[in-house]
C-alpha cells in the first residue's frame, strides 16, 4: 500500500507541472476552461480617468465589478450602451442602451429590462465606489463584442427603473469602451 501510495505521490509531482502550463502566444485558441473577460476604463467628459470595470463570464450570467473615484457624491445610474465609442463631452456617440431583446427599460417596466440596464451606483463624499453586480438575464460577455462593440456609461442621476427609454438618468458624466 505504501509503494502505491508513494507511485502515486511522485506521480501527481512530476505531472503536475505539465498539467499547469497553459497555452501560450498569439495561435493559442481560448479553452472551455478559460474564462471569458472584458474591460472598461471610463474617463469623464474632462478626459480624466474615473475608473474601471471588469466583466467576467460565468456559467451561470455576467458578473460585473467595478471602482470609480472622482465622481459626484450621490446615487448615478450605470447602464451597457449598445455602441464601442466614448466621444465626448456628452458621450452620445455609444448609442442607446445595450437592448438587443427590444424591450422596455427598467427593471420595474412591464415589458422592461433591457439587458444593458444595471442597478444603480451609490458614490460617497468622497467621490469613489466598489461595485459587484451580477446580471443573468441575456447578457454575456460574447454579445457585448459583436460588430460595433460597447460601453458603460455613467449618468449624472439615478435611475428610476422604469421610465423609457434610460430611466430619467440625466446626462452621461463617464463612459468607457468595452474591450478584451
Known amino acids: 500500500m505504501k509503494t502505491y501510495a508513494l507511485l502515486t505521490a511522485a506521480t501527481l509531482v512530476l505531472a503536475t507541472p505539465a498539467l499547469a502550463q497553459s497555452p501560450k502566444g498569439p495561435a493559442a485558441k481560448p479553452t472551455s476552461t478559460q474564462v471569458e473577460k472584458s474591460k472598461a476604463a471610463l474617463q469623464d467628459a474632462k478626459g480624466q480617468a474615473v475608473g474601471n470595470v471588469t466583466l467576467e463570464q460565468t456559467p451561470n450570467g455576467l458578473l460585473i465589478k467595478g471602482s470609480f473615484s472622482n465622481l459626484p457624491p450621490g446615487t448615478h445610474a450605470i447602464h451597457i450602451h449598445e455602441a464601442g465609442k466614448c466621444e465626448g ?16 427599460h427598467g427593471m ?67 463612459c468607457g469602451v468595452v474591450a478584451r
Do not use: C, W
Open 89 to 104: 463631452p456628452d458621450f452620445k456617440t455609444a448609442g442607446g442602451h445595450f437592448n438587443p431583446g427590444k424591450k422596455a
Open 108 to 174: 420595474m417596466a412591464t415589458g422592461g429590462k433591457h439587458e444593458g440596464d444595471l442597478p444603480n451606483l451609490y458614490v460617497g463624499q468622497d467621490g469613489k465606489v466598489q461595485f459587484e453586480f451580477f446580471a443573468n438575464q441575456g447578457l454575456d460577455v460574447k454579445s457585448l463584442m459583436d460588430a460595433d462593440g460597447s460601453a458603460i456609461v455613467v449618468h449624472a442621476q439615478a435611475d428610476d427603473h422604469k421610465t423609457d427609454p434610460a430611466g430619467d438618468a440625466g446626462g452621461r458624466i463617464a
